[in-house]
């Protein structure tokens, strides 16, 4: 499979902690973006990292990214109920044509 | 300017009939995707349109699926003869270019009921 596989499926933490969720890939990228879905209707790009990248943050997100362990984090510190939604690591195909995405790991913040 | 719009929010329909889904991408944006995500699900590529290249359809799952892209901007995405499984939420997306690194901007979603 060429999908980013989001782990763990599905995550309960309480307001204030962080969250961390992962994904693996198989094949070799370009780069690696995260996006955000509440209540199964549109994403919202977060946050894209390149494979000649290590590491980048964005506001209270953190993002990793290990092409050795063909693997990335996605960190979400002093986490809100806002932040209760899905969340994804889509990978794109070489071609740049097609991104490839996992069922994402389903984050719920308890307030 | 205005995000990535789509119509119908909601269609049902019956089983058999044919449906039209509309997107209207963010002006200027070359690259326009359809996904399909069924319930609990993750999104399922159907079809990429990239300026005037010929579009990648390998994504769509019969020929029942068509897609279309007026003019370099709006796309329709017609389901002919429905059938149950084709119910889910139809995604577009739309980027600035088909390049490696462009975010794709999301629509709200058509959400298809099939009866």
């Known amino acids: 499979s060429q999908q980013g596989e989001e782990d763990p499926q599905a995550l309960s933490i309480q307001e204030g902690e962080n969250a961390t969720m992962n994904c693996s890939y198989k094949?070799?990228?370009?780069?690696l973006q995260w996006y955000r879905q509440n209540s199964g209707r549109g994403l919202v790009h977060l946050i894209l990292?390149?494979?000649?990248?290590r590491e980048k943050h964005s506001g209270r997100l953190r993002v990793t990214l290990d092409t050795s362990k063909k693997s990335s984090s996605l960190l979400i510190t002093a986490s809100r109920a806002a932040d209760t939604a899905s969340y994804f690591c889509?990978?794109?195909?070489?071609?740049?044509?097609?991104?490839?995405f996992g069922t994402g790991t389903s984050l719920t913040v308890i307030p | 300017g205005a995000g990535v719009s789509q119509s119908p929010s909601n269609k049902v329909t019956e089983k058999g009939k044919d449906v039209e889904l509309r997107c209207d991408p963010i002006?200027?944006?070359?690259?326009l995707y359809w996904y399909r995500q069924s319930l609990g699900q993750g999104l399922e590529f159907l079809i990429y349109?990239?300026?005037?290249?010929?579009?990648?359809k390998s994504g769509l799952p019969s020929d029942r699926f068509s897609a279309e892209r007026t003019g370099g901007s709006v796309s329709t995405l017609t389901i002919q003869r429905t059938q149950q499984e084709d119910s889910a939420v139809y995604l577009c997306?739309?980027?600035?270019?088909?390049?490696?690194?462009?975010?794709?901007?999301f629509g709200p979603g058509t959400r298809l009921t099939v009866l």
């Open positions: 002006s200027g944006h070359t690259a």
């Open positions: 349109f990239q300026g005037n290249s010929a579009p990648d």
């Open positions: 997306a739309s980027s600035l270019g088909g390049n490696l690194y462009n975010e794709q901007f």
């Open positions: 990292i390149r494979s000649n990248e």
């Open positions: 889509p990978r794109s195909s070489n071609t740049g044509n097609q991104f490839y």
């Open positions: 094949t070799s990228i370009n780069n």
